[in-house]
């Protein structure tokens, strides 16, 4: 009952008690109830993957955390990670599909005339209730899973666990621990998940072989700096130096330029290679991870349900 003293809890339960909502066409949420990182970004890009291998024409909405540009943008590849946004970039970068960059998302209709193809993918939205939705997929780390939590300002919690239960399909993810085969969670459908390292990556999108590497620099700015520097290290790769800055930080140019000039090869996590300018990224690196889902096939399985359900 801790969360009925936090002002947080009651700002978002007024929101979803007064805010009205407006459907644009077929829509999936992915969200969560935790602040910080729980693979909501790794999921849209699968999402949106495989939509558009199923004949789909998806477009991902985004906020466009800590963007340069305040109107509404769409991301193309004239725009920069810093104008649009370092996750919607990211995201465009790595599926090639439309993302529609707008504190109010449920605008894209303004933009974006839906075909019948069309799925909106709401990026973040666990707590967006001015859009409705066809499905609410909801992200927890198996720390949640396990221990519970508490509401901020007493915890780390955005809104109490039983808010889960607004929840279509919640994903269980393990990031690097053993996962556990999960397959209900606060009366929902639930699947485990975990981070899968893909390798490291150059500017052409190569794979770099881990054992070509001996030693490198780092560069983050991300919500867990010293998580991204232990998986280097356990790859046989040993770190001269780290630079580590606060999430979504952008780099300046005088910072980066002195970079370059080290000898020794410079890795970076994904997101933070996409918030480089293109002049400085030939001389970095980045590790990609990608978030794989335990029985992925009843997953998409549940998801198309939900999407066609009223077709």
């Known amino acids: 009952m801790l969360y009925l003293l936090s002002p947080y809890y009651w700002g978002v339960w ?30 849209v890009v699968k999402i949106a993957e495989y939509l558009k291998n199923k004949g789909y024409s998806p477009v991902i909405l985004s906020r466009g955390y ?27 970068k790595r599926t090639n599909v439309l ?25 973040d939205g666990f707590q967006y209730f001015r859009l409705k939705r066809d499905a609410d ?3 927890i780390t198996d720390k949640l899973y396990k221990n519970g939590g508490h509401v901020f300002p007493f915890g780390r919690l955005r809104e109490p666990l039983p808010a889960l239960r607004r929840a279509d399909i919640v994903i269980v993810n393990f990031r690097f621990n053993q996962p556990e085969n999960v397959k209900e969670f606060m009366g929902r459908p639930a699947f485990s998940a975990y981070y899968e390292i893909k390798g490291i ?12 590497i001996k030693e490198a620099v780092l560069l983050s700015a991300i919500a867990k700096n010293r998580e991204f520097k232990d998986i280097i ?62 029985n992925e096939e009843d997953f998409f399985r549940q998801v198309s349900e939900k999407l066609n359900r009223q077709s």
């Open 137 to 139: 997929i909801a992200l």
């Open 201 to 212: 990556y150059n500017k052409e999108g190569e794979k770099v072989p881990a054992k070509d």
């Open 14 to 43: 007024t929101k979803r008690r007064f805010t009205r909502s407006v459907k644009v066409g077929k829509t999936l949420s992915v969200g969560n109830i935790e602040m910080g990182g729980t693979g909501k970004t790794p999921l």
């Open 233 to 294: 290290e356990k790859r046989g790769i040993r770190v001269i130096k780290h630079h580590s800055f606060l999430d979504h930080t952008f780099f300046k140019e005088g910072f980066l330029k002195e970079l370059s000039k080290e000898t020794a090869p410079i890795i970076t996590t994904e997101k933070d290679f996409y918030r480089i300018p293109e002049a400085y990224r030939e001389k970095f690196l980045y590790l990609r991870i990608d978030l794989t889902i335990i």
């Open 99 to 123: 993302v529609y960059v707008n504190r109010k998302r449920e605008e894209v209709i303004k933009e974006i005339k839906p075909e019948r193809n069309t799925v909106f993918l709401l990026d």
């Open 66 to 92: 800590r963007r340069k540009i305040k109107k509404p943008c769409i991301t193309t590849n004239t725009l920069s990670a810093k104008e649009c946004g370092d996750e919607p970039y990211m995201m465009f």
